[in-house]
């Protein structure tokens, strides 16, 4: 029998149950023993789905808390002495990711960013100079043992020595952190060695930093690394996301057991790799998706696989692309979508008989079951619905104006200042205000058919009307209306799009508790009638400050989306951009002063490799402009990014020519402001001050010094004060105290300029 394996499973469950315990340990309403309960359930859970759709080797250590590689970080005792409190425990977890647990003292939370190309988020691994490495946290070692009491067929995950300190950051000067190298294998020698003694014949060692342009160093850190670590147990080596042909003479002779390639990110780097691995290696092809939510075309899958087969025997194993992690868990809870529509799709433990079926056809059974799978999806290619001519035409048409704005950045800065007269250092928010248990159950009633239209628009006009009350108190100087309408930032607008289809339960997760429900592309994308112009003109109709109009942009709709397959992203990019475009147009006639066209994702669809950069580049900047280009010089446009690394596209970021850019960079101290500096950033900017995933309200001096920080590196005139991020997932009471110290923070430093330009 071929075996088939998956590279990790969700852990958030599949009506999010995880989600719901941890914040309600996290709010002191459950015992951590009953958290750690609702784990325990989830992962057995899932193992015996797997193993009971197909999947013959299961993994082990998929399983996190809040992030997988914080809970490496936890395994070989690598945590910041700031959230150290005794012994290690699940509360020093939290403290490190959250800033504070129900234990413990709150300190500063650990940075989050990207995990490579995905909308999943992971804690940054902070390294000193004289770090010492031991092993710590026991959950690898203890969930072993619970799948083992269960009489599975398992497998370890273990994130890779070298992806590990790679992800990772110096947090002094004068080293790097890949001199702590022996120190760290050591400790996984430790860990192989007790997987080894626990009776574990195969560890998935998950290294996806190879997909990148390594620096020689690091390549050769593997050489050093896997020479270490060989012995144990069987190594099956696990980079995914892209490509590792530029990495194939390192890789050949790396002493591991097995390489799993991503067929899907990169299909043709099986040709290139498959004749120079040794011969007792195993292959696992990753064909099933991990990333999205398509059917597969088994028979052409099993085409494809059937010389590999034939060449490789047992030695082929057969595996998603990457984890199930970024997938939703199970289709079979869709009791909503069309039938057609639902025929197309495959959730994470329809991913697993997809496995078990193309496993069993490739071990000698008949086609036809592979064949009667395939044939929605191979139908869909000329279904008459997916494919709009009109879309298509009016794409066709576009040309190079209708990729700019009227006039340069310079001459429309001094026609918004004379229109808006707003202060130095405006404050404001990144949109969303806490979507209270209030707001959402409000907008399921009416989902439920419990209230009708007109109940539920007076209730969500009554939380706008609360959240521009609670902003002119708190001194806010540019308002938005709170986002009370809206289920998700993404989501909101799938909904009133042509072209998408919407799940109940597409849940996946984001960060820790953090998920997100994308929309699906299902075809080509319109716009039939404006999504956001009546709570937006109501909001700037109770104030006279002005009010943001709040949309996504397209390149964010596409990648917190799940896209098509079928056709470029570049086009449902412009299609996207095209519909946003109309919206601009709409909200400017209608009064609106300011609009807001957020980007968070557009770092996060870089390709892996610097070769592919500027091709993805051009085209995201040009659907960014596509959409914010109607307007006049008078009209401020606005994006907001996120948890990125800026350094790598700094100059297109300055290239979607936004008015003002709002980032992230509290968590970093204003550490990735530099980019904007070096770079000489043109336009106006506004550096988050504090940061809206801990729930502790800074203090007015902690602002005040970020504030002093950015003034070093940005002219006073074109800087912003903002928050982080939105504040939907935030309470109100934590919400209005922080503000009120931004805003405070604010009036001082005002003060200050002041009386220097006064002795000037």
Request: with cysteine.
């Amino acid at each position: 029998m071929t075996q088939a394996h998956t590279l990790g499973f969700p852990r958030i469950g599949a009506k999010r149950e995880l989600k719901f315990a941890l914040e309600a340990y996290w709010r002191g309403e459950i015992p951590q023993a009953e958290l750690l309960a609702v784990g325990k359930n989830l992962r057995q859970r899932h193992w015996q789905a797997q193993r009971e759709a197909g999947v013959t080797l299961l993994p082990v250590g998929d399983f996190a808390w809040y992030d997988q590689v914080l809970g490496t970080s936890l395994l070989v005792d690598a945590i910041p002495e700031r959230h150290r409190d005794g012994d290690t425990t699940l509360d020093t977890l939290f403290r490190v990711a959250r800033g504070r647990a129900p234990t413990g003292q709150p300190a500063a939370a650990a940075e989050m960013t990207k995990w490579f190309n995905t909308n999943y988020h992971y804690l940054v691994p902070e390294f000193h100079r004289e770090q010492r490495f031991r092993l710590g946290w026991s959950q690898l070692f203890d969930e072993v043992e619970e799948a083992k009491a269960l009489g599975l067929p398992i497998k370890a995950v273990l994130l890779g020595p070298v992806t590990y300190l790679w992800l990772g950051k110096e947090k002094e000067s004068g080293f790097s952190r890949l001199e702590l190298l022996d120190r760290l294998l050591i400790v996984y020698q430790e860990i192989l060695a007790k997987l080894a003694a626990q009776g574990v014949e195969w560890v998935q060692i998950d290294e996806p930093a190879l997909t990148l342009d390594l620096p020689d160093e690091w390549r050769l850190a593997y050489l050093r690394a896997y020479e270490r670590l060989a012995g144990p147990c069987k190594l099956l080596l696990t980079p995914y996301f892209g490509s590792v042909a530029h990495q194939r003479e390192l890789i050949t002779s790396l002493k591991v057991d097995g390489l799993h390639l991503d067929l899907v990110a990169a299909p043709e780097q099986l040709d290139s790799l498959l004749p120079k691995l040794p011969a007792h290696w195993v292959v696992s092809a990753g064909v099933i998706n991990g990333r999205n939510v398509w059917r597969a075309n088994l028979l052409a899958q099993a085409e494809r696989l059937a010389p590999l087969k034939a060449r490789l025997g047992e030695r082929l194993w057969i595996a998603t692309s990457c984890s199930l992690l970024h997938s939703p868990v199970d289709l079979s809870l869709e009791q909503e979508l069309p039938p057609r529509v639902k025929s197309w799709f495959a959730f994470a433990l329809q991913k697993c008989y997809e496995l078990g079926l193309l496993a069993e056809h490739l071990s000698g059974g008949a086609v036809d079951r592979v064949a009667a799978y395939s044939q929605p999806i191979i139908e869909r290619a000329s279904d008459g619905q997916v494919h709009k001519r009109a879309v298509q035409a009016r794409l066709a048409a576009l040309s190079e104006p209708d990729f700019h704005r009227l006039s340069a950045y310079p001459q429309r800065a001094q026609q918004q200042r004379q229109s808006l007269r707003l202060p130095l250092l405006p404050t404001t928010t990144i949109g969303s205000f806490p979507q209270t248990r209030e707001i959402r159950a409000l907008r399921q009633d009416w989902r439920a058919g419990r209230v009708d239209e007109a109940t539920y628009e007076a209730g969500i006009r009554a939380q706008i009307e609360e959240a521009i009350a609670r902003q002119e108190a708190i001194g806010l100087d540019v308002l938005v209306h709170g986002e009370a309408e809206r289920n998700d930032m993404v989501e909101y607008f799938g909904e009133q799009l042509g072209g998408f289809a919407i799940t109940r339960f597409g849940w996946v997760q984001s960060y820790g508790s953090r998920c997100v429900k994308p929309p699906v592309i299902t075809g080509d994308i319109d716009r039939p009638a404006p999504m956001t112009l009546a709570w937006i003109h109501y909001a700037q109709s109770l104030t006279d400050k002005p009010v943001k109009g709040m949309l996504t942009g397209p390149v964010t709709i596409l990648c917190w989306s799940f896209p098509r397959e079928d056709v470029s992203r570049e086009q449902s990019a412009l299609q996207i951009a095209l519909a946003i475009r109309d919206e601009v147009a709409d909200l400017e006639a209608a009064g609106v002063k300011i609009i807001q066209i957020d980007e968070p994702a557009i770092r996060e669809g870089l390709p892996l490799r610097a070769g592919d950069h500027q091709a993805y580049l051009d085209w995201a900047v040009r659907a960014f402009r596509l959409s914010a280009s109607p307007v006049a010089d008078s009209t401020q446009i606005h994006t907001h990014m996120c948890y990125s690394d800026f350094n790598l596209i700094i100059e297109a970021v300055a290239a979607l020519d936004a008015d003002v850019i709002t980032i992230e960079t509290s968590r970093s101290q204003m550490q990735l402001l530099g980019a904007f500096e070096r770079f000489n950033y043109p336009n106006e900017i506004g550096p988050g001050v504090y940061d809206i995933h801990s729930p502790n309200v800074p203090s007015q001096r902690w602002i005040e010094g970020l504030l002093r920080r950015a003034a070093e590196q940005i002219p006073v005139e074109r800087l912003w004060v903002n928050p982080d991020c939105g504040l939907k997932t935030r309470g109100w009471e934590e919400t209005e105290a922080a503000l009120h110290v931004m805003v405070a923070a604010t009036k001082a430093l005002r003060q200050e300029l002041a009386v220097v330009a006064e002795q000037v």
